[in-house]
């Protein structure tokens, strides 16, 4: 079993930026990939950035650059970091974290708000 903490959301003006941590915890020599997901009020939840453990990284082409996904092997860690933001990126953000490079993903934390205000 594996545990996801997420932490660093809050309120923010636009334009400005915010970095999310995620720790996790339990049996994490089983984690492949972790990730960065978004739940946008009245939408699906959407997975925003993948971090691998083999040190490569894929996001949402729609983030046009914006938001930077980076990984700690040691501290079992995985963070995002959000510039420029839009009150359009008001949400939910989530941690993931998968076995395997399937794309299913078999844990996941409780989600931090973060707010961003014109």
């Known amino acids: 079993q594996v545990m996801l903490a997420e932490s660093g959301g809050g309120v923010m003006q636009a334009g400005g930026s915010l970095k999310l941590s995620c720790a996790a915890s339990g049996d994490i020599s089983t984690i492949g990939p972790m990730a960065w997901a978004r739940r946008i009020p009245g939408k699906h939840r959407d997975v925003l950035a993948v971090?691998?453990?083999?040190?490569?990284?894929s996001y949402l082409p729609s983030l046009k650059g914006r938001f930077t996904i980076s990984r700690d092997n040691a501290k079992s860690a995985v963070y995002l970091q959000m510039n420029d933001l839009a009150p359009e990126d008001t949400g939910v953000y989530y941690c993931?974290?998968?076995?395997?490079?399937?794309?299913?993903?078999?844990?996941w934390g409780q989600g931090t708000q973060v707010t961003v205000s014109s």
């Open positions: 993931a974290a998968s076995h395997t490079d399937n794309g299913f993903w078999d844990y």
């Open positions: 971090a691998f453990d083999d040190g490569s990284t």
